[in-house]
Nanobody
Framework: HVQLVESGGGSVQAGESLRLSCVPSGYTFGSYCMAWFRQVAENERGGVAVLDSGNKPMYADFSKGRFTISKDKAGDTLYLQMNNLQPEDSAVYYC????????????????WGQGTQVTVS
């Protein structure tokens, strides 16, 4: 059973940075499509960034130029580097994975982490 564990969230001031990490248990990301989503309260969970199995990234408009999605060479950890954070970036951030390409379609991702809270004031 695949499990994803996020970490790195916290409370920061506007303009500061955070780096989120997502670690899988029992496997490496290797050929999986990986993504970061975020959710505020009861609002719909929205896409932040996607990294396909070929390591090609895709970003939502709000994250372009500020956020960077990447994974380490071993495929052990997925990252989301977030710079120049703003209050509107406050949300619970989730990593997701699937062997199929998911893009922004949440329903395609079979595996999800438990989320990590990011608060920007």
């Amino acid at each position: 059973h695949v499990q994803l564990v996020e970490s790195g969230g916290g409370s920061v001031q506007a303009g500061e940075s955070l780096r989120l990490s997502c670690v899988p248990s029992g496997y490496t990301f290797g050929s999986y499509c990986m993504a970061w989503f975020r959710q505020v309260a009861e609002n719909e969970r929205g896409g932040v960034a996607v990294l396909d199995s070929g390591n090609k990234p895709m970003y939502a408009d709000f994250s372009k130029g500020r956020f960077t999605i990447s994974k380490d060479k071993a495929g052990d950890t997925l990252y989301l580097q977030m710079n120049n954070l703003q209050p509107e970036d406050s949300a619970v951030y989730y990593c997701a994975a699937d062997k199929s390409y998911g893009g922004w379609q949440k329903g395609i991702y079979r595996y999800w982490g438990q989320g990590t809270q990011v608060t920007v004031s």
